[in-house]
């Protein structure tokens, strides 16, 4: 027996499901023309104004009433606790102020270290060149005196010509 | 002989016993959201930054600011529908920033404060402890709803708190916002009469207004929980949207005030003009590489709203649309796998 004629209901969930979309298609429908529109929107708004300004009047006369009494009201602790809000922004600012600090010490030690190294470097470098210079100059006063070399020869017999030449003038 | 009573009335009969059933055990008073391991760094006020470590840092951290309308646990839902959840696992470290619900004292915070104070020291706090802890010179950005449209004020104002930045359903063309722009006319909406009388927004105000721009929505939470009840995982989910939904925050009256006028009423975003505590704010002053994401059927934030940025924003923009509603963007799996693959592209 096909399923339509056994189940006089239909498919149960499928109905109630096309139902349901049927029902919200419409209502959307006519929420959208509501909702956007400025008459409406005008009144809600004027509403919600007269709804705010209420509760501020309430709010002033509770406190009102509650300071004839001399006891706290709403609007004192809100005072204190914005106090102890501006107290914790000047910590927050502090910090700041001291992790900036931190970081500029950080950085100054960085280039200092830098400095010292760069430094130390440069003298060690000086001092390698002068152990070279002093190796040098030791070996160079360690040599026996050497005998002398055929440029040294030439210079001096050079020197000795012009010498020779005034004798002969 | 035939049963009398058709199986699908009995099938009917039986889930709306189980539901009765289910909603008579308060199910949504026993949720716990927001139950990723996570540690508080940094506090200032009722906001607070929040530290999710991955097992294996793999990618740049990325700051998460979030709206000041709900609590944060919306990326933190609940096992298997966390968007924090699937970062970590990625390689992900976050730092979220959840600006709490404003107390009375809190009235008097102003919009620059918010943006110039709470926002860049959560934004320099968070470089700070990922450079201590991952030693990553270069932090993301990433803001949701109003959280966003404030991250990019920020951002344009003060350059190099953040490599990239992604904005999801963040509106920046607050004139495109559909019926929430319509409603928020200056002639009819009591602006200055709700923050002079009342202080803050009220949490349980907002959450009245978000219903019925949607009128259907209320019915159809409820039918949906109907039709799909005996969906595996559904009634659970169901719950803790329910649980994190019944918990609206306090907007701060004054920041509010301001955000109100200057974006929705004056759309100074786009069009300029905005003077926040003494510097223009002007979004083509930002550089850095921008993502907006757009939710396809986002009723509060719409993709022409969105992509707005596209228009305002002074460096390169990309843009995306997920799948998804302004909520239901976050629940789902699309919006982890677009920020693991924005993340894996630095």
Same mark, same amino acid.
């Given at each position: ?86 107290? +914790? ?21 960085? +280039? ?58 | ?103 009375? +004292? ?55 708190? *953040? ?12 004139? *495109? ?40 929505? @209320? ?16 009634? +659970? ?24 006028? @200057? ?41 022409? *709203? ?41």
């Amino acid at each position: 027996m096909p399923e339509h004629m056994s189940n006089p209901f239909g498919d149960f969930d499928k109905l109630s499901g096309d139902m349901y979309r049927h029902w919200e298609k419409a209502m959307t429908d006519w929420w959208d023309q509501i909702l956007d529109d400025p008459g409406f929107l005008g009144a809600v708004g004027k509403n919600l104004e007269v709804g705010v300004r209420t509760r501020g009047t309430y709010q002033k006369s509770v406190d009102e009433t509650l300071e004839r009494m001399h006891l706290p009201t709403r609007s004192d602790l809100t005072r204190l606790a914005r106090i102890s809000s501006l107290l +914790e922004d000047r910590l927050l600012s502090m910090e700041d102020t001291l992790l900036e600090l931190g970081d500029k010490m950080e950085s100054l030690e960085r +280039e200092t270290i830098k400095a010292r190294i760069e430094s130390t470097e440069t003298r060690l470098e000086l001092r390698e060149r002068l152990a070279g210079l002093e190796a040098r100059l030791e070996a160079l006063e360690s040599k026996p005196a050497a005998k002398p070399t055929a440029r040294r020869t030439a210079r001096k017999s050079a020197a000795r010509k012009p010498a020779a030449k005034k004798d002969d003038a | 002989m035939n049963n009398p009573v058709p199986d699908s009335s009995l099938k009917g009969m039986n889930r709306a016993v189980e539901l009765a059933k289910f909603l008579a055990s308060e199910p949504v008073r026993k949720v716990k959201l927001g139950q990723t391991p996570h540690a508080v760094i940094h506090r200032d006020r009722q906001a607070r930054l929040r530290w999710f470590a991955p097992a294996e840092p793999k990618h740049a951290p990325l700051f998460i600011s979030m709206p000041l309308i709900n609590t944060w646990t919306v990326f933190d839902l609940m096992p298997g529908r966390s968007v924090v959840a699937a970062l970590l696992d990625a390689g992900v470290p976050v730092y979220l920033l959840d600006w709490g619900s404003a107390g009375p +004292e809190d009235a008097d915070l102003t919009l620059g404060r918010v943006i110039d104070g709470t926002l860049v020291r959560a934004l320099k706090r968070a470089k700070r402890h990922a450079r201590a802890t991952y030693g990553a010179e270069a932090i993301d950005a990433l803001g949701y709803c109003v959280g966003g449209s404030f991250l990019s004020v920020c951002l344009s104002r003060h350059p190099g708190l *953040a490599r990239r930045m992604a904005l999801l359903a963040a509106p920046i063309d607050f004139h *495109a916002s559909g019926r929430l722009a319509t409603w928020a006319d200056p002639e009819t909406f009591p602006l200055d009469a709700i923050v002079d009388n009342l202080g803050n927004f009220p949490g349980a105000l907002m959450k009245q207004s978000f219903a019925w721009l949607k009128p259907g929505g @209320q019915t159809g939470k409820w039918w949906g929980l109907w039709e799909r009840f005996e969906k595996p995982g559904f009634p +659970e989910l169901w719950t803790h949207l329910e649980a994190w939904s019944d918990a609206p925050t306090e907007f701060p009256g004054e920041c509010y005030r301001e955000y109100v006028r @200057q974006c929705y009423f004056n759309n100074a975003l786009v069009d300029g003009g905005w003077v926040l505590d003494g510097r223009p704010v002007d979004l083509k002053q930002g550089s850095i590489p921008a993502l907006a994401i757009a939710a396809s059927g986002d009723h509060i934030c719409p993709s022409a *709203a969105a992509f707005g940025l596209e228009r305002a924003w002074g460096g390169p923009v990309e843009t995306v649309t997920l799948r998804g509603g302004h909520v239901g963007v976050c629940i789902g799996q699309s919006l982890p796998k677009a920020l693991i693959a924005w993340a894996e592209d630095a």
